[in-house]
């Protein structure tokens, strides 16, 4: 099955370390693993739907206590009790309000979660009608049609590994970018880690024997259109200028444009990470798209930066990038931050219309446009081939004369 090569979630490991006798009593989580922690004593609970996707080392620890579905006269009366309690709950202990017949019967089809859903609707239309009795008409309806499941996994799952071929994969694509909408890019993303999925399956004893051929290799990939955003430097002076967004965002998009780096990339910099290498310092940047290594010199603005940074002591993290309240800065964080200045600026003259991802681009033009040459700015960037990077020179096109000294630069640093 296709679920089963994109491999099993990293948290069943943990649990069953923790649910071990042997292991528990000496439980080490990976986010603190300084900390050590007896689990020994704990007794488990654990509910699920169905055993079927629990794995069999798990399982082994379990004791397994089946619990059949209610009866449609104990729904009837777990239905009853519901409602007794969300007429106490939302009008009081000395309501008179009756439930009838009829909306009983509709609540034992359903299950509790269900019935306080359809309760709490239904009493709500009740009050609306100055009503005393709760019957059938008062309750929504809870059938509604499943969504199709338009994932890898809602797609493959009932098809074995060794029936899947090129026609399905193909299948598969035109229904996922037709249903949901999403463009070429993404679609190319799914169709790689789909790719990747059989690559590795190729490699394992267990899958080898099943999967002859990696059907995506003859999957065309869809044509992209690679967004020519060139952000100007007075639009990068203007929103560096801009009150309405916080100084802790504006020190990232100063450091994007430093250093060209992506965005998460910067966010996991440390201080630490600033090395002295034959009398100069150098911020070493280990890119996690490429495994790349960059290395970017400590001077001008950047050490203007990281000066800036150094004045901050109440702070215990080591980041360089920190958050108003000097803790660790997250990139969802980050992003909503930013989101929501461009949703401000919407409305006014000059919208901004570009992502924290475009000043990446403005670094590598920049720097293009001043005189380094396409394999420094490769360089910069951490890309393995230079056809990458010119696609980051986003106005090499545009006549552009003198670059605008920005208040991230300093004019007079050679």
Known sequence: MIPELLGIPKVLKTVEKSVEPTTATKFQDNACPE?????????WIFTANSTDAIPQPLMSRLNVIEVAALKKSEARNVAFTIFKKQCEIYLGPETKIEICSSALDVLQNESPRKQTLMLRTGLGKLLLEKSQKLNS?????????????????????????????????????????QKTGFGATRGNRELSLLSAAFKWAKLKKKWRPFVLINPCTEVPRYAESHREVYVSNETLCEVLGDPSLSESVKQVVRLLHITGQRVGDLLDSKLSDIKTVNGQKILR??????????????????????????????????????????????????????????????????????????????SATDAFQTGRSLADVQGLLGHRNASTTDRYLKSVKQKVSQPVCLPIDDPTDE
């Open 35 to 43: 900390i050590q922690i007896d689990l020994s004593q704990l007794s």
């Open 137 to 177: 008409t008062h309750l929504p309806s809870m059938t509604k049609e499943a969504p199709s499941r338009m994932g890898f996994k809602g797609y493959f799952e009932n098809i074995p590994v060794s029936d899947v071929d090129e026609v399905r994969v193909q299948e598969y694509m035109e229904n996922r970018i």
């Open 285 to 362: 940047i280990k890119q996690s798209k490429t495994g790349q290594l960059c290395e970017v010199a400590v001077t001008g603005p950047l050490q203007a930066l990281i000066d800036e940074r150094l004045k901050v002591t109440s702070v215990k993290v080591d980041n360089i990038l920190i958050n108003e309240q000097g803790a660790e800065m997250t990139y969802t964080n980050l992003q909503s931050q930013w989101q929501r200045f461009r949703q401000k600026k919407r409305t006014q003259e000059k919208p901004i219309n570009f992502t924290l991802h475009d000043i990446r681009g403005k």
